[in-house]
């Protein structure tokens, strides 16, 4: 991983903090390493793995980065393999991720009661509801906020 990819993940943390993903599978030896680590290991789908937000992460930051899991030290976001590529610079990448993180902030502020973390639990959960929870202003938001993340991170349109 270039430096300048490690910089960016470090900041970041939203493949980490449940924005992203809501699971990161491992294989079962991981498993035994990261309750060694102190972390929650469950079983989705038949596989085992971590739930996201992850244990490990603090602010933005991985407090086991150097001995991560491979799910997590493989995964490379579209927006970090830009980067790599040389096709945004690194400040336009940090720049990105901070919009990415005022995003969900915001949709977190306006729940009841407001959050910071597990937000874009929250945007699944309603988002997948026949009958939505929120008002049509907050739902335009998390779709919009949705399609951000989708696009930006998973490079999906």
């Given at each position: 991983m270039s430096q300048a990819l490690s910089d960016l993940c470090v900041q970041c943390g939203l493949c980490c903090n449940g924005s992203l993903f809501d699971f990161v599978a491992i294989s079962e030896?991981?498993?035994s390493?990261?309750?060694d680590m102190?972390?929650?290991v469950v079983e989705k789908a038949g596989r085992l793995g971590l739930r996201l937000r992850c244990g490990a992460l603090q602010g933005a930051t991985c407090t086991k980065y150097e001995v991560?899991?491979?799910g997590c030290r493989s995964f490379v976001c579209a927006l970090g393999k830009q980067l790599v590529a040389g096709t945004v610079t690194a400040e336009a990448a940090l720049a990105v991720v901070r919009d990415a993180q005022a995003r969900v902030?915001?949709?977190?502020a306006k729940l009841d009661p407001p959050r910071t973390t597990d937000v874009m639990t929250h945007v699944r959960v309603a988002l997948a509801s026949p009958l939505p929870p929120y008002?049509?202003?907050w739902m335009a938001e998390a779709r919009a906020t949705q399609r951000f993340l989708t696009e930006t991170f998973h490079?999906?349109?």
């Open positions: 030896s991981e498993a390493a990261c309750q102190g972390l929650a991560r899991p491979s902030l915001a949709l977190g008002d049509d202003a490079g999906w349109s």
